[in-house]
């Protein structure tokens, strides 16, 4: 299967966890999705953050990715707790660059819910499922340099930087402090060594 190809829905629809469900998105997760992207912690490694128009145009090209792709961004739920604490998934970036196209993994948390693994356990089902049984030959996570939770994630995951793949967002604004971005590898072989260490372990 190459980055591309649609796959098949059904296995994709929700994830479990041991603390969480991954599901689709819904009407009503607009109020929290809003809050979370008007939160000036949560977007301060993002150009800003959004008004509830824009979070609301994001939440449908969240929904048409699922569509388009069969994978996308999931709702993160902690069941009888929280029915939303951000989101965490697999996109295709829509713009050009040297490591593009790609499958991209990429994370979104409420900050009530920091620190607390949420993110790396969800991150870890996403990164098993897309070079387990999606057989992606690679996933990839970028970010700002100064977004420490952010990489240090990536790397919890077995993600590695290489300096050369450094760039040049080209949807930030010439000049804008998160301009430079570094990117985050992780191909499917280095994966399939990583988990059979954890097993044997
Ligand atoms: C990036 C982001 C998702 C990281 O969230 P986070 O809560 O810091 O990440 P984690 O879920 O991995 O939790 C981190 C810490 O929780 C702690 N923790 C507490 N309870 C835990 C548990 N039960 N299991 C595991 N870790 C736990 C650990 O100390 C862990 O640190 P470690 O990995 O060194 O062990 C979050 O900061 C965020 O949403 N930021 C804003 C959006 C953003 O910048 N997104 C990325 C854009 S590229």
């Known amino acids: 299967m190459t980055n591309n190809e649609t796959v098949a829905a059904p296995l994709l629809a929700a994830i479990r966890t041991d603390r969480l469900l991954l599901r689709q998105w819904r009407a009503e997760d607009l109020d929290a999705f809003a809050a979370m992207n008007a939160d000036e912690r949560v977007m301060r490694h993002f150009v800003a ?8 145009e994001s939440l449908e090209r969240l929904r048409r990715h699922f569509a388009d792709h069969g994978y996308g961004l999931w709702v993160l739920e902690i069941p009888g707790e929280a029915p939303f604490i951000g989101c965490v998934g697999l996109l295709q970036p829509n713009f050009k660059a040297h490591f593009t196209p790609c499958v991209e993994i990429g994370w979104r948390l409420a900050a009530d819910y920091w620190g ?3 993110a790396r356990e969800a991150a870890t089902a996403v990164r098993d499922l897309a070079l387990g049984e999606l057989h992606l030959p690679e996933i990839v996570s970028m970010t700002t340099p100064a977004n420490e939770r952010s990489v240090h994630l990536m790397e919890s995951l077995g993600m590695r930087r290489d300096p050369a793949d450094d760039f040049d967002h080209p949807k930030v604004p010439d000049g804008h402090p998160i301009k430079r971005h570094v990117l985050y590898r992780l191909t499917r072989d280095e994966w399939r060594k990583l988990v059979s260490y954890a097993d044997a372990t």
């Open 116 to 118: 607390q693994g949420y």
């Open 49 to 56: 953050p959004l008004t509830r128009e824009q979070s609301l």
